[in-house]
């Protein structure tokens, strides 16, 4: 079988096609992100991607995840370098009114396109997408703008709308290990948006802390089997790993 | 003008609501100030959207560990004896699928009905849901934190919200800086007010009739 380990950023995203759809792992700057990956994406100047991530980003400045005073970098540098045509997600505003992202600005300005989604709702179309589940049904949304163009139905009772599955061409995600098989294993709220994404694509990209030989992963413990996960790159030592 | 709750005061009132074993899931802002007050002998589990629970206080001194406890509300939380990790799929199936017992949302306005806005100011013409909309339709019970009015003093209590809605009819209970009212099919009861506050006062600012509880008190701790 071919190796799935990578040896840079740079090789584990070369062949992404512009107008892409691609998962970006993290949770606004609270669950740590694949930024290295999404650096190398930026040095491309790939054109035209659809995001699909919680935040579009931009939450790293703010002081959310701003571990030990390093702003991280995260998707907003795509949206910012024009790369970016429409954001998927729960929160494409920046959370501080007074600190606009460049998500914002630029819808503000009609050239980004918005589906906004109900995180657990995005959440669950992507578990749903990578599963092979087409289709299904939620109360969540239904008497608001959520609801808006969405076929709706009466299931036990509850008024509920109909939300489609999620899957991309490619997966962002960031975990602490993986073994050479692709198996994952995540630390604390690492896991949020990353261990769902990594379910959900064509492609699975992950970016990792160490790189490890199967069976130092004790198999009791993987949360993302090997499988599901296409490319592994391992972040240098000594570089900043969140 | 009389003297309002401070903050932590609001979060001190709404921790009252958790009971002995209650999973608790609080939003961002005013809410979280909740769990730092927890009574002796009491526990309460606490969700954060990002794939944790039952985790302690709010940790102040950042460490190689620490950074991967952190809470919704960006905050770094203490790790405690039977707390554990999920994915977002997991931690929205415990919302979604009624799991959480009470959760406790900011606003920007609330309704007589119980409708609550709070992910959009319409001038910003872009605006956060965030996991808001799934805690508002799914919780068993809704509680509000919040200031009574706007910086500006508008009322956020209304007959009808003017923002879009977060969720129609789902708030239980309002916690304000001066008064706790209760979401009833009769209409907003107003239970307890700030001390030196008349229900008077209060209905001055909250534009729906209020129906004063025959045992109003006080907000005591």
């Given at each position: 079988m071919t190796s799935k380990v990578y040896n840079s950023f740079q090789e584990a995203v070369a062949d992404i096609p512009d107008g892409a759809l691609i998962l970006i792992g993290g949770f606004g700057g609270i669950a740590p992100v694949p930024q290295n990956l999404i650096k190398a994406l930026e040095l491309k100047g790939t054109k035209n991607l659809t995001i699909a991530s919680n935040n579009a980003g931009g939450d790293g400045q703010l002081g959310l995840g701003n571990i030990g005073g390093q702003p991280y970098y995260d998707h907003e540098a795509l949206v910012w370098n024009g790369q970016v045509s429409k954001f998927i997600g729960a929160v494409p505003a920046s959370i501080v009114v007074s600190k606009p992202n460049a998500f914002e600005q630029m819808y503000r300005?009609?050239?980004?396109?918005?589906?906004?989604?109900?995180?657990?709702?995005?959440?669950?179309?992507?578990?749903?997408?990578?599963?092979?589940?087409?289709?299904?049904?939620?109360?969540?949304?239904?008497?608001?703008?959520?609801?808006?163009?969405?076929?709706?139905?009466?299931?036990?009772?509850?008024?509920?709308?109909?939300?489609?599955?999620?899957?991309?061409?490619?997966?962002?995600?960031?975990?602490?290990?993986?073994?050479?098989?692709?198996?994952?294993?995540?630390?604390?709220?690492?896991?949020?948006?990353?261990?769902?994404?990594?379910?959900?694509?064509?492609?699975?990209?992950?970016?990792?802390?160490?790189?490890?030989?199967?069976?130092?992963?004790?198999?009791?413990?993987?949360?993302?089997?090997?499988?599901?996960?296409?490319?592994?790159?391992?972040?240098?030592?000594?570089?900043?790993?969140? | 003008m009389k003297p309002r709750l401070e903050r932590e005061t609001i979060g001190l009132r709404v921790a009252k609501e958790f009971f002995d074993g209650a999973v608790v899931n609080l939003g961002g802002g005013l809410p979280t100030l909740a769990s730092n007050f927890m009574e002796e002998g009491k526990t309460v589990f606490f969700h954060s959207e990002n794939g944790m629970l039952g985790f302690g206080p709010v940790e102040y001194e950042e460490s190689e560990q620490s950074v991967y406890r952190m809470n919704a509300s960006g905050q770094l939380v203490q790790a405690k004896p039977g707390m554990c990790f999920f994915n977002h799929a997991t931690s929205f199936a415990m919302i979604r699928g009624g799991h959480i017992d009470i959760s406790v949302l900011g606003a920007l306005q609330v309704s007589e009905k119980g409708d609550l806005a709070n992910w959009m100011i319409p001038s910003r013409q872009v605006g956060i849901i965030g996991g808001a909309m799934d805690l508002a339709f799914s919780c068993n019970k809704l509680i509000v934190a919040m200031e009574h009015t706007t910086p500006k003093g508008e009322r956020k209590i209304l007959k009808e919200c003017n923002y879009p809605l977060t969720a129609?009819?789902?708030?239980?209970?309002?916690?304000?800086?001066?008064?706790?009212?209760?979401?009833?099919?009769?209409?907003?009861?107003?239970?307890?007010?700030?001390?030196?506050?008349?229900?008077?006062?209060?209905?001055?600012?909250?534009?729906?009739?209020?129906?004063?509880?025959?045992?109003?008190?006080?907000?005591?701790?």
């Open positions: 300005e009609g050239k980004v396109e918005l589906e906004i989604v109900p995180q657990g709702t995005l959440a669950e179309r992507i578990r749903a997408g990578g599963a092979g589940v087409g289709a299904f049904y939620v109360p969540v949304g239904v008497g608001t703008v959520a609801e808006k163009g969405k076929e709706k139905r009466v299931i036990n009772g509850k008024e509920m709308v109909l939300e489609y599955g999620l899957r991309g061409d490619f997966a962002f995600v960031r975990a602490h290990k993986a073994d050479r098989y692709g198996n994952l294993v995540y630390k604390g709220v690492m896991r949020a948006f990353n261990a769902v994404m990594a379910m959900a694509a064509e492609t699975v990209i992950a970016e990792v802390d160490e790189i490890v030989e199967p069976g130092e992963i004790d198999p009791e413990c993987v949360v993302t089997p090997g499988i599901f996960v296409d490319r592994i790159v391992a972040v240098p030592k000594g570089e900043a790993t969140l | 129609p009819q789902c708030v239980d209970l309002i916690v304000t800086d001066v008064a706790v009212i209760e979401v009833t099919p009769d209409g907003l009861v107003l239970k307890e007010i700030a001390p030196g506050w008349t229900p008077k006062d209060v209905q001055e600012i909250t534009e729906p009739k209020l129906i004063i509880a025959k045992d109003l008190k006080e907000i005591t701790l």
